[in-house]
């Protein structure tokens, strides 16, 4: 059974980080490309960061240069650091997996980030 599981989300005041994990089992982590995604509240999910295997990174426009994403592939883990943070951040983030070679997508259940002024 494939699960993606996010913690480390919280209440956080703005300028403040926060580190986001995604703990992966049922998959081959190395096979799947990682990426972080959030929604907020009447919008639609949209990507913040994306990593391959190899750990090439992407980033929205929005977050570059203040969100970091890294993988741990012997730990089955992707991160997401996050810095200097903004109201606007606040969202529900969702770990996905995308299997390189079937296409196939996983998510994970989503954790809360509220940034307060």
């Known amino acids: 059974q494939v699960q993606l599981v996010e913690s480390g989300g919280g209440l956080v005041q703005a300028g403040g980080s926060l580190r986001l994990s995604c703990a992966a089992s049922?998959?081959?982590?190395?096979?799947?490309?990682m990426s972080w995604f959030r929604q907020a509240p009447g919008k639609q999910r949209e990507l913040v960061a994306r990593i391959s295997s190899g750990g090439a990174a992407h980033y929205a426009d929005s977050v570059k240069g203040r969100f970091t994403i890294s993988r741990d592939n012997a730990k089955n883990t992707v991160y997401l650091q996050m810095n200097s943070l903004k109201p606007e951040d606040t969202a529900v983030y969702y770990c996905?997996?995308?299997?390189?070679?079937?296409?196939?997508?996983?998510w994970g259940q989503g954790t809360q980030v509220t940034v307060y002024s």
């Open positions: 996905n997996a995308v299997n390189l070679w079937t296409g196939t997508i996983y």
């Open positions: 049922g998959i081959i982590f190395s096979s799947n490309v």
